[in-house]
């Protein structure tokens, strides 16, 4: 299976600033990648590369407020996704960082990082036991682009449909088997709650219900790892062309979860059945059946809910067309006012 650079976990270096964004998503426009700024060059950084030193950037809205004011150049207002984006056009690009790649080159070194040697060992354990071919796992994050601290987590890319499908299912039985892989306690279930929900009004029951039961995430040898799953090209379902999408507003509802078999991946998809909506800010009126998908770019919103769970939804909503369909979508990007919480 051939990959194209320019995904979803790869990095992007720009020629001229020295400037790391990371790739977000699998459908691009011709001239440009779609990805977020990351890592910017500063004198009072605390992470060194080549002799220059860097900051990360992790709040969205700062990672904006920086481009608008210092590097408008990578901005643009989409006209297919109705929203400003970030983006590097390809004559800006010195290189593209890729997961496979550096696992490649990680397991060829001599002389590793502990990091490196951790999220190696990994990978092979998931290699091992989980039946997953060498060519479809990857090592994203920091790391990849020597720009990790001591703190930094183990960011693991799975590629393929089917591999990625049951590689999940087996993860049951490697937290179960293996003593060095384990999904988190109480306390650090708490902390994640900070880090994934703080300035939100989500209860920590609440966000408990979903977290609990995920499989993508967990400790390794003390270390956090993630797991993002990247389908096949085949099913990415088109282009970045053949979709035009259209801000509604915002809606909160009550949907049944129809099918889940996607919100593994990213970006993560819940076929709904819309049964109330609670508030819309929307000037239309929205026939309830048209609203069928939930989307997110955001790892926090994976396995999420199951089969036949009924899901309090608030985010943004959303006109779809693709090719001769039409539909609505709710997609959640914001920390503190999305949210899908199980209520039964």
């Known amino acids: 299976m051939e990959i194209p650079l320019g995904i979803e976990g790869d990095y992007i270096e ?8 990371d790739v977000k998503g699998l459908h691009h426009p011709n001239d440009r990648k779609i990805c977020f700024l990351r890592f910017i060059p500063d004198v009072e950084g605390d992470r060194v590369r080549h002799s220059i030193t860097y900051t990360k950037i992790y709040d969205l809205q700062h990672r904006y407020s920086i481009i608008n004011e210092k590097y408008p150049q990578y901005s643009f207002f989409s006209q297919e996704m109705d929203m400003s984006l970030q ?7 010195k290189k593209i960082y890729s ?55 183990i960011d693991i890319i799975l590629y393929g449909t089917q591999t990625s499908l049951q590689f999940q299912e087996q993860l049951k039985n490697i937290f179960k088997k293996n ?34 039961r995920k499989l993508h995430q967990g400790k390794y040898q003390g270390i956090d790892f993630f797991i ?3 389908k096949s090209p085949r099913d990415w379902e088109g282009d970045y062309y053949d979709y035009q999408y259209k801000n509604m507003g915002r809606i909160s509802l009550i949907a049944e979860i129809m099918d889940s078999t996607d919100s593994i991946f990213t970006p993560c998809l819940y076929k709904i059945k819309c049964s109330k909506v609670l508030l819309s800010d929307t000037n239309i ?16 919103f994976c396995e999420q809910a199951k089969d036949g769970e009924k899901v309090l939804v608030e985010g943004k ?3 779809v067309n693709y090719r001769d369909s039409e539909f609505y979508r709710i997609l959640l990007t914001d920390q503190t006012l999305d949210k899908m919480i199980i209520i039964n």
Do not use: A
């Not at 989500?202 to 219900?209: G, P």
């Open 14 to 21: 720009t020629k001229k600033e020295h400037l790391f964004f």
């Open 87 to 93: 983006c590097v056009k390809n004559q800006d690009i």
């Open 99 to 153: 997961p496979r790649g550096y696992l490649k080159i990680v397991i060829s070194k001599q002389n590793l990082t502990e990091i490196e040697n951790i999220s190696k060992n990994l990978c092979e354990l998931f290699i091992r036991l989980g039946y997953i071919p060498e060519n479809m796992i990857g090592i994203t994050g920091s790391p990849m682009i020597g720009l990790n601290t001591k703190n930094s987590d």
């Open 179 to 212: 003593n060095h892989v384990r999904k988190y306690n109480l306390d650090e279930y708490r902390k994640h709650y900070e880090w994934r929900v703080g300035g939100s009004d989500i209860l920590f029951q609440d966000f408990l219900k979903s977290e609990q």
């Open 228 to 230: 993002r799953y990247i």
């Open 285 to 300: 009126n929205i026939r309830m059946d048209l609203i069928t998908q939930i989307n997110s770019y955001r790892g926090r």
């Open 317 to 319: 909503i959303e006109k």
